[in-house]
Structures are given as structure tokens and as C-alpha cells.
């Protein structure tokens, strides 16, 4: 497929990559099944797996595969079988097959609880192992089965097809992949493999977000589209790997058949529903109950006790699940606390936070697929939960000890007086400054004997720094004392912010709200736009007072931003709410936002103009 580059560069179609396509489909849907095998081309370079072990009772099936794969390339999973391209792979009875690697491992139908709902033990494994290039496809009508294992698949940049009419009888299900609004694509069986082989192709042809003939000409897409999630979203996603943001968008760019990231920002820009779906694919993570069973086990038996035990029957636990999705790891958290309840009886606050409002939509809702019965315990769910037309349904108990809210861990003020806080699967995101400052956080919101809880491959900052090592396995941490800063004494004018001859500094417990909010270049002027101060380099985008008169903005101002900002405080002035707005300066992109300021001995508000140049890649 011809794919065009910025500038009229052509990209050129890079070696082809496997992608490995999982397939599950219940009795009812083998018609359908059928027309998608009919459709389906062979030399794509893709691969198949079919879950269910029906193929040898419907030889219309198998004969239109073997005509299509050749003996050779329609294969019974075994033990160690290699994945190849353009290959058919078909799963025996009772066995439920995994992926490690490049490799087929098969799990005996045994007492195992994974293989109770193998589709969505197989999608977990396919997402890990194949990432972005993992697709799965649904031709059922009558469960939830899959529905944890696609939003595996959809969280590590994956993609999810379902069937139209699966799709239909899927949204009676509240549980559903396709009510929980996870699908890519909702399609006819005899249009699937079309959209799949163009998927596939635009992933491939696509090189990346950033192009040379883009470079040169000074131009930074990726930066565009982190600044139009910024204005829409209020998300400053400029914190997270630059790497893993790229991934999803071009995930993004393909679903919407752009050709390039120019393009894609023009089609942004005219599509909201776009930017709440990018928005989302940036959020979405992989979340399930008791994820690393291990780690849940070990705070169970070893810091809940010692929690509990250090507290006064007046002194309530706090805990704080940070980043908490849809809600499973926080109700895995619950389950934990109202087990050490009935032995301690203590009052327990569970805090659960996340900035994405339709997750927490979700996890306030408690419902979930019946496949969670491979992670929570018999027990738990009979005490703790109820049968919801499939699903299940989070009870009043549980429901009732976690306090979700809204809030964005990297910006506002965290949760203070924590005795134990998790914060798993965010570290690996961001960029190493923002972990750091992360850890700065979690370390002051803790109390000196609390716990931090990270996953799998993150980890604490050097030894001894802010924390220091309870058990390198399950990343369990405790916070290391820090000596107290010696306060300052206060000065009447701080050496710190620029400020014109002759110009007052407003009282300095507003200039310290001021840096407590702001990091970037800023300068502070008045309602009617006369200059006040200006600190963190935001001088630089003034210029000199004539004649030693009060300074005015629009006097002052570098005068390729002048109409920009003067157009922005007017508008804060008769929205009083927080503006931006970006512009080309000196060879760089440019945001400037501008927060109106109520001040109590004032009449009118200042107005706090911040600058920050362009994402450094």
C-alpha cells in the first residue's frame, strides 16, 4: 500500500513484521466464522490462532482452510511449536495454549484455574508477547469470554475486531468487551479480513512520528498533537516516554487511514470523538485483580499484619491505589483490608485515584467479566460479590470501603499521611525526571513507617535515596528519613524575580502561591495589562520600557506575541478561566497559558502568563 510521507516524500514499505491474529468463537457463530475463512487471503505475513477446538466437525472449514494454507501451513498447537507467518494454528481439546515468546506452551486441562476461560488467558499472553502487533477477533454471542484478555491486547497497542452482530448481543452484557466501548472495529464477517490485511499494511508502511523532511523544515507533529490533547483534555501528557506516546498515535494513525502525521493533526483538529480516542489509548492500561498474585500474597502476610498492628483502634489505615484504571486493583486492595478487618478491627480509608473519568465511570460500577473467577478466590467471590446476568457485580461491602476520585498524581498535591501506598505500572511510563519527581511525592505523602508498592521492573531510585528495599521481588519499599530544609527567612523583594526599576513586588505569600502553581517562564501583569513582574527566564520575552514609564504588556512584549496574548487576557477576562494558545517563535513551538488570579485586597484579578517551548525529543 502506498503510504506518503510529509513534504511529498514517499515512505517506503518496511519489512514485513508478524502479526499474529487470536480468534475466538463460540458454536453459535460458525456460520460467520466460515465467511471470514472464505475472505481470508494467505501471503500477508499474518498468522492465525482459532480457540476452540470445533474445526473437526465442521470440514467445510477445514477444507476451505487447507485450500487456502496448505497442509504444511495449518498446524495442531503442540509444546514448543514455533509461530510462523501465513500459518493457521489450531488448538486440540483440553488443552489451553499460551505464548512465550516466539512459542507455543500448552497448559494441560487440569484443575489450572487459567484454563477455565483459555480465550482470555491466550489474549494475555498474545499481548505481552506481540504487543502493537497483536490483534484479536470475537464471533460470539452469548458471553463475556475474551473480554479481560482484548483489554490486554487494546492496552499494550493491540487492536480488537468483533463481529456486528456478536457486537449487538455483546451490549446487552454490561460486563462486554463492546459495552465497555473497547473495539476497534465492528464489522461483517466477509469485511473483516479487508480492514484487518489494511490495518496490518498501514502499520507497517507507517515509519514513525518523525519524518526528516519534517525536521528540516523545523516542524514537530508529535509535539502538535501533545499540545492539542493539552488544550481539549487538560492533560499535560508531555511527562510520559516519548516512545511509548508514539506507539499509540500511530496505532491512532492507522485506525483513521492517514498517511502521515500531518495528516493526522489536520483530521485532530477537526475531529473531537478522535482526540477523546487518543486520549484514551494513552490512559488505557493493563489492569486485573491480584495482578502478580505473588506481590498480593506477601502484603497479605507480611506488611498488612505489621500495618495493623502499629495502629491504635482510633487511628485509622490509610491506603492510596494510584493510577487505579478500572477499579480491579483497588478492590483487590479491599479484599485484602476487609480479611484483616475481621481479625483487627480498625477503620480503614482506601483511596483510589486515576485522572481518567471514564475508567473510574467503570470501576464506581463494579461489574466485571465472569473470567475473573481466574484471579479472586472462590471465597471472595461468594462473600464479596453478586452474579449480574454474567458478570460480576462488586457488593455493598467492598463497594463501599474504596473512595475513588479523580486526580492526576504528576501535577496536584498527593494524599497525605499514607501508611501504604501502590503505585504500579505508572513508573514505567513516564520519563526519568518524572519518576523522580514522583518518588519525591510518594515519599512526603507517606508516613516514616509506610510502604510503597511498585510493579515489576520499576523500581525506588538509587538505594537509600528517598527509599530503601523491604523485598526486591514484589517492590515493596519504605521511605528513607530526610533531614528537614533550614527555613528561610523572608525578604521584602526576592533576588529571584526579575522586575522593572521602580515597579512594586506584590506581597511575597502571593509570589510563593504563584511558584507553588507554576514551574515554567512566567511573567504576572495587572488587570489592565501593566507589568508586575516576571521570573524563570520569562524576561526574555520582553523587551525595555520607554522613558522610564510604567511598563504595559502590549508595549513590552516581543511583538510577534503580542496580539496572541493580549487576545488571551481579554478572553480570560470575560471567561475567567485558564486560556492557551501555541505559536511558531524563533524556530520553536511556543505555549503560552494564561490563569486569571482572584486576589482579596483587589478589584481585579492579575493575570499569570506562563511560557514553555517546544517538547525536547
Known amino acids: ?32 466464522l466460515e465467511t471470514f475463512v472464505k475472505e481470508l487471503p494467505v501471503e500477508t505475513g499474518i498468522s492465525y490462532v482459532l480457540l476452540q477446538p470445533f474445526l473437526q466437525n465442521h470440514k467445510s472449514i477445514m477444507i476451505d482452510l487447507l485450500g487456502k494454507f496448505s497442509a504444511k501451513r495449518v498446524v495442531t498447537i503442540e509444546d514448543g511449536v514455533e509461530i510462523k507467518p501465513d500459518h493457521f494454528y489450531l488448538v486440540q481439546p483440553d488443552e489451553t495454549p499460551t505464548i512465550e515468546g516466539n512459542r507455543f506452551k500448552v497448559l494441560p486441562d487440569t484443575e489450572n484455574k487459567e484454563t477455565l476461560h483459555p480465550i482470555d488467558y491466550f489474549f494475555r499472553s498474545l499481548a505481552e508477547n506481540f504487543g502493537e502487533k497483536a490483534i484479536s477477533i470475537l464471533f460470539s454471542e452469548d458471553t463475556c469470554n475474551g473480554t479481560q484478555g482484548c483489554n490486554a491486547i487494546k492496552a499494550n497497542g493491540g487492536m480488537i475486531m468483533v463481529n456486528e452482530s456478536s457486537c449487538a448481543a455483546m451490549q446487552e452484557l454490561p460486563c462486554s468487551i463492546s459495552a465497555k466501548g473497547h473495539v476497534d472495529y465492528v464489522l461483517a464477517p466477509q469485511e473483516m479480513p479487508l480492514y484487518l490485511i489494511q490495518y496490518v499494511e498501514e502499520r507497517k508502511g507507517f515509519q514513525g512520528a518523525v519524518d526528516e523532511s519534517d525536521k528540516k523544515r523545523g516542524v514537530n507533529w508529535f509535539t ?11 492533560i499535560d501528557f508531555s511527562r510520559y516516554k ?52 505473588g506481590a498480593f500474597d506477601y502484603i497479605e502476610s507480611e506488611i498488612l499484619p ?48 486515576d485522572l481518567d473519568t471514564k475508567a473510574l465511570d467503570e470501576a464506581r460500577k463494579g461489574t466485571y467479566p465472569e473470567g475473573i473467577i481466574a484471579d479472586v478466590d472462590e471465597d471472595y467471590l461468594l462473600t ?74 520499576e523500581n525506588a531510585g ?113 471567561e475567567g478561566r485558564k486560556l492557551h494558545h501555541s505559536i511558531e517563535h524563533n524556530n520553536t513551538l511556543l505555549r503560552m497559558t494564561c490563569f486569571p488570579l482572584a486576589v482579596a485586597s483587589q478589584e481585579h484579578p492579575f493575570y499569570l502568563i506562563t511560557f514553555k517551548e517546544t517538547i525536547t525529543r
Not at 12 to 31: F, P, R, T
Request: glycine share 6%.
Open 1 to 32: 500500500m502506498d503510504q506518503s510521507g510529509s513534504g511529498g516524500e514517499s515512505l517506503k514499505l518496511i519489512n514485513h513484521d508478524m502479526y499474529l491474529v487470536g480468534i475466538g468463537a463460540s458454536d453459535q457463530c460458525i456460520d460467520h
Open 384 to 457: 464479596y460479590f453478586q452474579d449480574a446476568d454474567g458478570c460480576f457485580e462488586v457488593g455493598e461491602e467492598l463497594r463501599n470501603l474504596v473512595i475513588f476520585q479523580k486526580h492526576n498524581v504528576l501535577t496536584q498535591k498527593p494524599i497525605q499521611e499514607i501508611d501504604l501506598i501502590a503505585c504500579r505500572y505508572l513508573m514505567r511510563a513516564l520519563k526519568n525526571v518524572t519518576q523522580q519527581e514522583l518518588l519525591e511525592k510518594l515519599h512526603g505523602s507517606l508516613k516514616p513507617n509506610g510502604y510503597l508498592v511498585l510493579g515489576s521492573g
Open 224 to 234: 502538535r498533537i501533545i499540545e492539542i490533547l493539552l488544550d481539549h483534555e487538560g
Open 306 to 353: 505489621k500495618i495493623f498492628n502499629s495502629k491504635s483502634e482510633k487511628d485509622p489505615i490509610r491506603v492510596w491505589v494510584i493510577g487505579c484504571s478500572t477499579g480491579e486493583e483497588a478492590y483487590s486492595f479491599g479484599l485484602l483490608l476487609l480479611e484483616a478487618m475481621q481479625e483487627n478491627e480498625r477503620d480503614v480509608l482506601l483511596y483510589a485515584t
Open 462 to 574: 538509587e538505594e537509600g535515596d528517598l527509599f530503601e528495599t523491604v523485598d526486591p521481588s514484589w517492590k515493596v519499599y519504605r521511605p528513607v528519613p530526610q533531614d528537614k530544609p533550614v527555613e528561610e527567612q523572608p525578604v521584602e523583594a526576592p533576588q529571584e524575580f526579575f522586575r522593572f526599576p521602580g515597579m512594586e513586588v506584590i506581597d511575597r505569600p502571593l509570589l510563593e502561591a504563584i511558584l507553588r502553581e507554576t514551574n515554567p517562564a512566567s511573567i504576572l501583569v495587572e488587570h489592565d495589562g501593566r507589568m508586575v513582574c516576571a521570573y524563570n527566564g520569562g524576561e526574555k520575552y520582553l523587551g525595555k520600557p520607554n522613558n522610564g514609564d510604567p511598563p504595559y504588556l502590549h508595549n513590552i512584549i516581543d511583538i510577534s506575541l503580542r496580539d496572541s496574548l493580549c487576545s488571551m487576557i481579554n478572553g480570560c477576562d470575560k
Open 242 to 293: 516519548t516512545q511509548f506516546l508514539e506507539r499509540k498515535i500511530e496505532r491512532r494513525i492507522s485506525m483513521c487511514h492517514c498517511k502521515n502525521m500531518e495528516e493526522y493533526v489536520a483530521f485532530l483538529l477537526s475531529n473531537e470523538d478522535e482526540i477523546a480516542s487518543l486520549r484514551d489509548d494513552f490512559l488505557m492500561s493493563t489492569t486485573r485483580f491480584f495482578r502478580d498474585y
